[in-house]
């Protein structure tokens, strides 16, 4: 009989970090358990996940490309010394910066730590980034400004329990974590669900039958709805005037801003009716308000606008910081919160604090032993890192990110991957961006090694691992660890994960993100560890004051210029999104039996008027186009969609892949790529 092993851990994928327990006795098997967040309860993905980890696609060896262009199996020292030889060559031909990381908020604290000191401390290079760059960056941009911190949700998930409205912008929770529904139920059960969104989503349908109101939006215009909705409730008396004078800045700039903003020209913009945009503003004026953003409203080029709008709004009604309401964004990817704290960032270091920081630097560079004017200035962000792949840089290292799927307009992309002189890829799967690299490193997954995350709600949870990993595969600790050691860095490399959190623990101290009273060991106690920790946790950080010097808030006066570039291409608007089954780019999703079978194939939905202007039926193939690639694509005719706007999730490569047609226009401040607003044509599939 095979010895049985068992860990209380978190689900793999995303950002609620649903709590299970891992069982392997001969087979692994998942069971939810109890916990804040998700009360035992797990979706689709997270009850299937055990299948990833014994899966038959898993990458058990090294891979190197050999000269007839296929990849073979290697030694992990023929492997490493490439990788080793690669970056030491570029450097030498090319200089620093052109040798580059791009990390992933999926991976746990300890690498996302580790991979920012290998960036620059190991490699001496600026050329970091990660995909949250795509994920969270607007919010935390509009956080960040107005609060001088960016935690996803600045209060406990459980606090929403007793909403009695919640407005919940660009958000198909329904889809993408199904247990956070229950933390919707008071609202819905005082009929104060207010979803917007383009589409009738799943989400959206929760407000059907007396529990909230779906206001749907054309596609890109959740500013100006914010900025209408803020109108209103300073026109109609309904701000906290003391809350404003007592606890922000920069109102009479803001009032003067929305006050072009007058319901019928809101109205006229949105397509909302005069009457919900009141009943709206009425409803969020009544208490017990929270206001809720996701990707929908902040992945646009104006997307720092329209969060910075959001939380406007929120601190006009006066409900930041208070019991019973307040403003917050769900965060998407696993470690999508932590991942962007503790050095990914082309601009950050450990402790979410600026790299131009000179006490910053000094401090960190103190931890990690080494002279802090060596260590590299701020670099850029992933879309212009990426648009650097093949021209100043030519060694790219990829971590826990399938950017050929992810990123916006992939053909483009794929071009210049295939342009490097070295693309080296640490996956545990031949995903379709390691099917491209020179190099493929097999790693460890999620139940195989132990670490820390930090969920939507800024809590630091503890990973745990049940079972040990494939042979042949190792973590990217000693990946890093191996690399450095090879280049003859400096500093030292743990390959512990309860190390290098200690590490990081320190590196963080004094910096917003403050882990610096947290260890593996105190985790494991179950202590609600709510950052910044430093004696104790912090569950609602801004009840007295804000992050700013003086404690206040800034309101930002932000205004509604719509983008012209992203007018070309045709006559509708493509909006991306997720299903329930699959996950992100679909590495992990799409090699699960069960959820791949629920959902196998992109499907376009379109409106049947549309649908039969074009000559489109149900189920037929159609192809999606603009000036930079097709999709091809299943048609679903659905009245849940607007007449002028059609869908696609983002799930899958190949025709299928939507972000053949995304830009790469990306928002000023945040850098964040416009993927919910594209212009397209669809027409029949004449090549089928
Ligand atoms: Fe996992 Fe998210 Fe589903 Fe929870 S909601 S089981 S964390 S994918």
Known sequence: MTAMSSADTHCPYCALQCAMT?????????TGRDFPTNRGGLCAKGWTSAELLASPHRLRMPLMRRSDGTLAETTWDEALDAVAAAFRDTKAAHGPDANAIFGGGGLTNEKAYQLGKFARVALGTSRIDY???FCMSSAAAASNRAFGMDRGLPFPVTDLDDAQTILLLGSNVAATMPPFLAHLAGARAAGGLIVVDPRRSATARLTED????HLQAAPGTDLPLLLGLTHIVIAEGLADRAYIDERTSGFESLRRSVAQWWPERTSSTTGIPVAQLRETARRLAAGGAYILTGRGVEQHVDG???????INLALVLGLVGRDGSGYGTLTGQGNGQGGREHGQKADQLPGYRSIRDPEARRHVAGVWGVDPDELPDAGIPATALLGELGGPVKTLLVAGSNVVVSAPDVDALRQRLQSLDTLIVCDFFLSETAELADIVLPVLQWAEEEGTMTSLEGRVIRRRQ????????RSELWIMAEIARRLGAASTWSTVPAEVFDELARASEGGVADYSGLSHALLDTGVEAYWPYRAEGTPRPFTQRFAHADGRARLVAVDATPPTPTDRGGELTLVTGRYLQQYQSG?????????????PEARLEIHPATASRLGIREDALVAVSNERGTVRARATVTTDIRHD????????????????????????TSAMPEFKRTRVRVTPDAAV
Do not use: M
């Not at 891992?22 to 998942?30: A, I, K, P, R, S």
């Not at 049940?466 to 595969?473: N, Q, R, S």
């Not at 590495?587 to 959902?599: I, K, P, S």
């Open 131 to 133: 995909n949250g760059r």
């Open 466 to 473: 049940a079972l040990a990993g494939p042979d042949g595969a």
């Open 645 to 668: 706007t059609v869908f696609l999730p983002f799930h899958y490569a190949g025709d299928e892949c939507a972000n053949r047609l995304t830009e790469a226009l990306v928002d000023p």
């Open 304 to 310: 720092t606008a329209t969060a910075t709008a959001a």
């Open 22 to 30: 891992v069982t392997h006795q001969g087979e692994t098997t998942v």
């Open 210 to 213: 007396g529990a909230g109101t």
């Open 587 to 599: 590495t992990q999703t799409r090699r699960v039996a069960e959820l791949n079978g629920a959902r």
